[in-house]
């Protein structure tokens, strides 16, 4: 247990101090009536839910934030800290995870034990600020507890949308949106710093002048100034006193109120500026595609970057430091294109603003910045019209203009008269229409590029990154992407945690690779066997309470829980899965000996609002569901349900209640995917194709262990290249022409032979996604799968394998190689070597 306060015996009598720092029950006790009195003004006699909610919310904030005074003079006197730029952070419900890392789980079981308090009820009474869409935004989150936890001074910088992702509701299987009011009931884990605060600039036009040294100059006069305010978070590390910061912005008009219209009788043209500015942080982009053309998207993106840096400028200065040696002060990450921005915006704040010349503040500024791509679909690349551009940033337009022209220039230098490469590297695509391509010029303003996976970063190299990667080859390198342990293990599945720590020790909550290993000595160990079982059998059984109450359908949790969760994409294939099902049910039907298991299929995902077939995808598979539930010819041997709003709260029931994950993305197609890792470190079998991070964790947990099927990468490349025919798999296949006419008859839809006309479409005519060609290979490794889990104990040696071998899937491991590659700071915990900062 961590803590310079060693708990005191319950006896003592709680003295000042311990109140807001005490580790004993009795300390949290008498905090959390003191938080519902004076904090949250409530007398216990009619205090609700909500009320003992927040109470203990502050009660743990106040462990908290002694901490983070110490992180913070930590932060200022640490060399070289990390800064990690996303435009999105999904940290998940905070209260049960700051319980965790703090080590205070027990006495506060026992602080609310004696208040007449349910902790757990308390625990999932807390909603989930979804300032993400999907993996891109956990994983930014999942990487923040790993630098607390490594001890790293850290500085998560992003927005504080008022509205996160929308919460999603099932209406006759169609997804209805609805509006994420996470900010409702308050907050009570944000500190607002009205103090620390940074006026944006946005819009206007460029101008030439002479300063009083008689220099050519140019300025910036904007068309408008709004002001970005910080929200802070403290994020706990486990078992260490350091917490990292998550510092988020919120826009509002510089001056609330425009007095002069005002005093004029024009009520609303004086609050219209207010409102323009505080639109900016007003909402989450609900997409996990690409957004073209939106002026307020860039202008979201410019105002969390400038902010940021104008505040990693301010910090640096208050501990003495100068702009020339900001780059050993900072390493600073860009999570995805989405902050790229920060490159030109780097270089006007040195350059127009600090007066650094232009070579040393390029200089500095690709010391500082690296990038990490996470996806390699042609469409998802960042690109902005030229005339949106120079309309919101005038100034950073033709910043961008002159590092162009210095780059080209090299670049001619290199590959003489080879103006198709030129143009291929341009930060411009001078197509019909102009663009700015911001992974160019994240790509040009980095020291370091990495992908998400191994085979992902091949990828990058060999196709959308290419010609960077033959300029620059010293550049690249691979990080794959990793997951909490904490979260995704101890804290949403203690049971099976307690089980690992019986039987290795608890170090493979912060060392998991080596650590955990020892487990698979237990695999093939009958009492370790059942007690694991156990374990998976409850948490089964919660996940079908939940079902139950949230869908209405009853499910068996003795059958196999075969389970898909993430945004729905067609690239994902969620229907691929549903086509599996139809056949499933179909030789069910038929034969009614079949000898497989019981098998309920749970889905769980949103779909971009503007994304027409996600949608039906949706639809579709609750009118499977619809038909398949009430069928008693399959009663208890299939059930298909949809588990609305997945969403993190959600996910840390899901994952530890799955036997099989489904990883059936077309190859080449996921970058990475981290869901894929948190089924298989809850035990698990994973389903899957050869891509993102699954080819490497079928090395690591053995080719045995895992469930592989479809093309390769390469053969999806070659087959699209030699002309793909889909409508020649429907002709071949029986089963699969079988499983087509019925859905196309209307079986599925109430005799509506047009409702999934755009699904079976797409499959016959086109087929970006190759479902029909991984079909017969899909449902091969279906039925092998259908087959192990009837033999109970070898699943069980599997699952615990799986396990046993995934340590090396910890974002601790990813963070690591971070650290040493990439941005080169050291822990805290080497205070001796403290930051010798080599940028
Ligand atoms: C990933 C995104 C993404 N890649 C644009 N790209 C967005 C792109 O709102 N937008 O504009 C939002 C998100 N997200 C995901 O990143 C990959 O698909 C996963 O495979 C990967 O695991 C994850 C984290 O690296």
Known sequence: MNGRHP???????????????????????????????????????????????????????????????????????????????????????????????????????????????????????????????????????????????????????????????????????????????????????????????????????TETYYDRLGRFRVRWVPERVVKGIAHDTPIPGYHVENVALLRLWKSEACESFDFQAFNEGDYYGAVEDKVASETISKVLYPNDEPIPGKELRLSQQFFFVSCSLQDMIRVHRLGGGVPATFDRRYAVQLNDTHPAIAVAELMRLLVDKQRIDWERAWEITRNTFSYTNHTLLPEALEKWPLPLFRKVLPRHLEIIFEINRRFLEDVRLTYPGD??????????????????????????????????????????????????????????????????????????????????????????????????????????????????????????????????????????????????????HEYKRQHLNALHIISLYIRLKRTPSLDVPPRTVIFGGKAAPGYARAKLIIKFINSIADVVNIDPDVADRLKVVFFPDFNVKNGQLIYPAADLSEQISTAGKEASGTGNMKFSLNGALTIGTLDGANVEIREAVGPENFLVFGLTAREVTDLKMRGYRPWESYEQNEELREIIDLVRSGFFSRGDRDLFEPLVNELLSRDEYCLLADYPSYLEAQEKAGKAYLVQGQWLRMSILNVARMGGFSSDRSIREYLDHIWKVDSLKASGSRGNGRP
Not at 536 to 565: C, W, Y
């Open 419 to 568: 103006s198709e490469r030129l143009r291929r590297l341009s930060l411009i695509e001078e197509a019909d229409d102009r663009y700015v391509r911001m992974a160019n010029l994240a790509a040009v303003g980095s020291h370091a590029i990495n992908g998400v996976a191994a085979l992902h970063t091949d990828l990058l190299k060999e196709t959308v990154m290419r010609d960077f990667y033959e300029l620059y080859p010293e550049r690249f390198l691979n990080v794959t992407n990793g997951v909490s342990p904490r979260r995704w293990m101890l804290l949403c599945n203690p049971g099976m945690s307690g089980l690992i720590t019986d039987a290795v020790g608890e170090n493979w909550v912060c060392n998991s690779q080596d650590s955990i290993a020892g487990l698979e000595s237990f695999a093939d160990d009958g009492a370790f066997r059942e007690a694991w079982r156990k374990v998976k059998q409850g948490n089964k059984m919660e996940l079908a309470r939940h079902i139950s109450e949230r869908t209405g359908i009853v499910v068996n949790p003795e059958s196999l829980f075969d389970i898909q969760v993430k945004r729905i």
């Open 7 to 205: 708990p005191k015996s319950d006896e003592n009598p709680i003295v000042r101090e311990d109140l807001r720092t005490g580790l004993t029950a009795e300390a949290i006790k008498n905090d959390i009536l003191e938080n519902l009195v004076y904090v949250q003004a409530r007398i216990p006699k009619i205090a609700t839910r909500n009320d003992w909610y927040m109470a203990l919310a502050y009660t743990v904030r106040d462990r908290l934030l002694e901490r983070w005074g110490m992180a913070i003079e930590s932060l200022q006197q640490s060399s070289r800290a990390v800064c990690y730029l996303s435009a999105e952070f999904l940290p998940g419900p905070h209260l049960g995870n700051a319980i965790l890392n703090l080590g205070m789980y027990e006495q506060t079981k026992e602080a609310t034990a004696r208040l007449g308090l349910d902790l757990d009820a308390l625990i999932s009474h807390e909603g989930e600020p979804g300032l993400g869409n999907g993996e891109l935004g956990r994983l930014a989150a999942c990487f923040l507890d790993s630098l607390a936890t490594l001890e790293i001074p850290t500085i998560g910088y992003g927005i504080r949308y008022e509205f996160g992702i929308f919460d999603q509701e099932i209406h006759d299987g169609w997804q209805r949106e609805v509006t994420d009011k996470w900010l409702a009931f308050g907050n009570p884990w944000e500190i607002v710093r009205p103090e620390i605060a940074y006026y944006v600039p946005l819009g206007g036009y």
